[in-house]
């Protein structure tokens, strides 16, 4: 740490000598880059018009900068952020034309934000506890600063010195010292929220020329690096890249992270940011990248809205930034095709260079399947994506056992999602927020989030005596993250991941293991053994939030027909209604749906008697927040309990030509032939052949020799798991 | 009639003369045109090597020609629709390539018919009153016969006369004699499927040169012409080419139609059937495309599968015909592109040398505003579809006023559907079916259909006293359709249709109208006014199946918490739960929901008391057959009735940018200035605008003339309505 801080004085010494501008969003090495290959390539002259198409009109066009007043949706929120879209353009536009126009835009709308914002005080809808002034919330704020810094610096040569010192007095100068001041223990947490405030105060500063704000944004209010810049790139991070709030909030923060990292590049060349931490920033961007659906879309784990794909804003900077850092690769090509335009920096300019060889580009995302570690050390459990087949008909599943991954992580300790071929199948509810939408709660998180959609029922994972993980309280999840057990992902056909979790509920281990894995005839089959243990008795409830049309259940049941209640009053139960339950024993039971063209059924092992039930959320919404989605869940009272649940992809529906083929399931049958402290054996029956699963309990090691033996027949394996098929080790 | 039959007669004796093969699907002239032009369009080479890679394979393998089994979706069901595919594209391979193999093909697989369908019985899924041999229904026989006739009459010269003998007694016969003998009332019924009778029966005559086919197809039974192919031709359409059951069953209907015109066409030119009836063909396919949504789905009036579009096998086939017989037009090709393949005849051929220049095909299909008739003479009411805006923009008012539509029709008269921009937003149901899903109910018709889905409150109509349109009684509901009241199609902006029932529910008559129009501002908005008078109490509920999230409502109500109940027990009412109700007085009550990107509110004028639900389709629905899908209705006790309701387009919502704009209704106030037998006078405050909509009762004289006086202000009009915009006549 004394380096660290020696190294950021040194460089902020530096910076006096050198003051010069642009250096925010471009160096001017950068820029002389950029002008040098714009003209050929129509992406890049495609961008160019786009943002000249949005700015020019403006250019002899009074801009308002209204009073703040309404929440996200409503029309001030919506115009100051048009504001600093605007100005960044412009900076753009000025940066590469030299036209006077563009930078006396930007100096006239400061000017007007100068007289706004010393007067400002907290922001009317402000609810939070980091509230706003020229938005609801701070976090916009500094959205505003990192935004509208980059076109003060910009434009920087083409304002003058009189309107410089008012802008960055009135304009720069109150906001800054808010965040900095007002909201201290906000501005210095660990959290994505952080990033964007250091970033705004950093960008500032370097726009400004102001050290104090570098050294703020660096180092935190402290001074001592326990908060800042580094301490967010070095924290929020596992080693290999994975960010702990989530991917969906990753792609919000890669932003500030990118855009500051640019910036202190360009001031600080020697420092070599985009290598810290063994390039962490390289690393985030791919993990990223990696934990999107075919269609792009953000894995919905945590609080996730689930129409964010990699065509955001946030991911077209990011990706310009680590072109520029770390080279033109395939998969950026690839994602840069589906944005469909570039940023106008150098890495922008690198990727529509690039661009014009359509060869270049890949057919598909280079998706792998990949294992991450959580926290900062990487100790903190961790999530794996499973990924069978290639290019349209990949499914994905994914495992998580990270931590609760701060404010917006869910409690959801092993819980599954599967997607198949760009459809959800086994949905995360996702969280329930309409962004942007003022008549929603101003477009903030729904009250139904935190009393439905964060609640471990919510999920795909196990509900012990109807109470979510750690009772559904942040400050205990953050104590504790499960373990890997075992995992391989070498073998393309037979993916496995396998964790254990004893502290989500006092007293139970679960233990989850998934065997996703493509049958030599082409089927898919996902495998998951789920153990609860326990020296008390209990109410074991695990659920499946499949998306699709009910086709076929196996089993009879009673629907509720005149009448509906709720499958339970608290911890999320009372947003299920009760459509259907069954009470079922010692069975196979079978439920199929479809989603688009394909069957889905799920086989489910019942020892003993279990409760099944169908559910649907939506009860208890007053508002209508919620979408109406199903649930199966399969109830079981025990002390001991291991369920073992099969999930089939099979068959083909072809709507317009009205045929289907391969509608029914082909596992016939499910048993446990051992199930002890030793080893735990299961046995299916898929098309007429048996199936083997075997793991072992405790002794993990991958080089123990184990055996086990069925009709005389001795089954010999090395490691913690192996699958037998036919007798043939798979 | 007299006539018609002299030269049915005329041409059936032509027939012995020139018998000569092929001339079902080809004629010689056409197959000559095809082999011409072949060569050096990407397109038909595409579509060939695609036939060719279906078929090639089986020229060297056995085709198994199952017994008869399955219902839909089971395996013999889907081999034997496999078996008269591959039947087909052999014929036309072997048409177009003259490869002998193709030809053996067919007559192995017929031969393989021969030996099976002499022994049929009844198939044992069969349940309906028109059972099927090789398949459940005989529906899908007569498809059978249809294209193993083509693939015989195309194969005929490839085929050895023994075994010509063979297939014609053993795989035609035995099932021409059961559909017109065994099924000798199905055969002659005015319906769909006695199009694919008479088509299936007429064909295999052409085929095998066997003329009391020919003239059982085109005559029916009786031989008088009450039933057959000219009657079917004669009764099933308006005059305009309006198909009596709706869009969804013209596309299938239309297959059967234009193939066997075609192969009449081919066998006796002289009789000119494309110019049959005016050309009632024409017409047909161009209302059949005209009865689209952008995404060329189908309106999903009556019984309808909501992903139908004009792609399916039935419209390419259609086409194909309908170029040969009426010439290549720009709206043909437009469809021919989105089908991405062309049929290998002349139709298709002409069509693909077209499209080898894509300025040839418009950006947008030629959609306009249309107002169909109904009935033979086109005297049992209407259909009229209003179209607002242009291009992607697009809206479509889908207003019914039709007669029943036969078994497949709903009680749904005045009902209302909106379309905007590719997206249905004011629903029909459609029909509760998974057509070709052998696990939900073989494929067929669920119950929930008839006892949901075609019942009154599943539309968006008028339901009086909680019992559907002539108590749900198809036999009755045949008797009458509503009348025309006036309509006006003219004005881009502004396009207007109203119609009167009075026979639906007895002592209750109801007029509806409808304005949609584009306000100078650009908004859309959809007014609709209806009015339903009595001399005795009612319950009037007027629902509106909205699609789109719930976003705001301006009114207390009171929603279902942890229990639910049905919002009523018959008639389809017991299939909504009642999420949630309201009583309101005097009063405008607002409702907002997003669709898309896009805000939609419906303001509605409350006189006196009303009770509003909000309800959700999907209880009593032990299968989980019914789609769970919201309505909104308002509820009235009273004898005389007017609903003022104004659906308003607005705003626009960006997920990925986060930013909403024009979220909030711009209607404010709606009253009735006037409401008794002379005249209607609404009173819509728009943005602070007053929008009047004037309407006579009962003088619809387009020139009588009106006036209606306000704050001293005269405005004066001729016809039986007018609108006038802050005081301006619109």
Redo the contacts between chains.
């Keep these: 740490m004394f380096r660290l801080l020696t190294t950021i004085s040194l460089f902020l010494l530096s910076s006096l000598l050198y003051a010069q501008h642009p250096v925010g969003f471009y160096s001017k090495a950068d820029l002389e880059y950029v002008k040098a290959n714009l003209t050929g390539n129509a992406l890049l002259q495609q961008s160019l018009a786009s943002i000249k198409k949005e700015t020019d009109p403006w250019l002899d066009k009074p801009v308002d900068v209204p009073m703040p007043k309404d929440a ?2 409503g029309y001030s929120h ?1 115009k100051h ?2 504001n600093y879209l605007l100005l960044f353009n412009s900076g753009i536009l000025y940066s590469i034309t030299g036209k006077q126009a563009y930078a006396d835009l930007i100096a006239r709308v400061l000017l007007q934000y100068a007289k706004l914002n010393p007067g400002l005080k907290n922001h009317p809808q402000a609810t939070s506890t980091s509230p706003g002034r020229i938005f609801w919330q701070a976090l916009n704020d500094a959205n505003w600063l990192v935004y509208t810094s980059m076109a003060y610096d910009m434009a920087f040569n083409g304002i003058k010195k009189s309107d410089r010192d008012l802008i960055t007095q009135g304009a720069f100068k109150p906001e800054v010292d808010f965040i900095t001041q007002d909201l201290k223990p906000w501005f210095n947490l660990i959290h994505n929220h952080a990033v964007w405030a250091t970033a705004a105060v950093g960008m500032v500063g370097i726009a400004t020329d102001n050290d104090q704000y570098i050294k703020l944004a660096l180092k935190g209010s402290s001074g001592n690096g326990s908060s800042g810049f580094y301490a967010l790139m070095g924290q929020l991070f596992s080693p290999d890249g994975y960010y702990t709030e989530g991917p969906y909030y990753t792609r919000y923060a890669l932003l500030p992270f990118m855009i500051f990292a640019n910036a202190l590049e360009n001031k600080f060349p020697e420092q070599h940011l985009f290598q810290y931490r063994n390039a962490i920033l390289e690393k985030a961007v791919n993990t990223a990248l990696q934990h999107t659906n075919l269609d792009g879309m953000f894995f919905p784990m945590n609080d996730a ?1 689930k ?3 990699y ?3 946030e991911m077209l900077m990011a990706l310009n930034v680590a072109t520029k850092a770390y080279g033109v690769k395939p998969a950026y090509l690839f994602v840069a095709k589906k944005q469909g335009k570039v940023l106008l920096g150098k890495g922008g300019v690198q990727l529509a260079k690039a661009m014009a060889d359509p060869k270049a580009i890949p057919d598909w995302f280079p998706y792998t399947s990949i294992e991450n570690t959580d926290g900062p050390t990487g100790k903190q459990g961790g999530l794996d994506i499973l990924r069978l087949g290639k290019g349209q008909d990949q499914s994905s599943l994914i495992f998580k056992y990270t931590s609760h991954g701060l404010s917006h992580g869910h409690f959801d300790k092993l819980n599954l999602n599967l997607f198949d071929g760009g459809k959800e199948i086994l949905q995360d509810y996702g969280s329930a927020r ?7 709660y101003g ?1 903030r998180y729904l009250p139904e989030n935190g009393k439905y959609a964060v609640q471990t029922i919510a999920h795909n994972t196990l509900v012990v005596d109807e109470t979510s993980h750690f009772k559904g309280e942040e400050k205990i999840a953050e104590n504790f993250a499960p373990v890997k057990r075992f995992s391989s992902l070498d073998q393309p056909n037979l993916l496995v991941a396998s964790a254990m979790d004893t502290n989500a509920t006092a007293g139970v281990r679960m233990d989850r293991s998934v065997y996703f894995l493509q049958m030599p005839n082409g089927q898919k089959l996902l495998i998951d053994l789920l153990k609860a243990s326990s020296s008390s008795q209990h109410q074991y409830d695990l659920p499946f939030h499949y998306l699709g ?4 259940a196996s089993f009879p049941y009673q ?8 499958l339970g ?1 608290k911890n999320g139960y ?1 947003y299920l ?1 009760k ?2 339950e069954a009470n079922v024993a010692n069975t196979m039971v079978q439920f ?1 749906f ?1 989603n688009g063209k394909t069957f889905y059924s799920l086989s489910s092992m019942i020892h003993d008697s279990a409760k099944l039930f ?1 559910a ?1 959320s ?7 927040n919620l979408r ?1 989605d199903p649930v199966f869940v399969i109830r079981k009272n025990a002390s001991n309990q291991t369920f073992v649940n099969v999930l089939e992809i099979h068959g083909q ?9 391969g ?2 399931a082909s596992v016939q049958q499910i048993g446990l032939l051992q199930d002890n402290q030793e080893m735990t054996v299961a046995n299916i029956m898929v098309n007429g052949q048996a199936l083997l699963i075997c793991e072992s309990r405790n002794d993990l090691s991958k080089i123990s020799q184990h055996q086990f033996e069925i009709s005389g027949k001795k089954m010999e394996w090395v490691g913690p798991y192996a699958l037998f098929y036919n007798g043939r080790k798979l």
């Design positions: 996200a949706g919506e952020k048009a809205i129409d964010k794909d065509t955001t804003s309409f962004v942007g939408v003022e008549q929603k477009g049309q009910f086709i076929h629907s509720s027909k005149n009448s509906m209640t709720t009053k009372q209604w459509e259907a199929s479809m169908f649907r939506g009860a208890n919404d007053p508002d209508f109406h529906y072809d709507p317009v030509m009205e045929t289907s083929s509608g029914n």
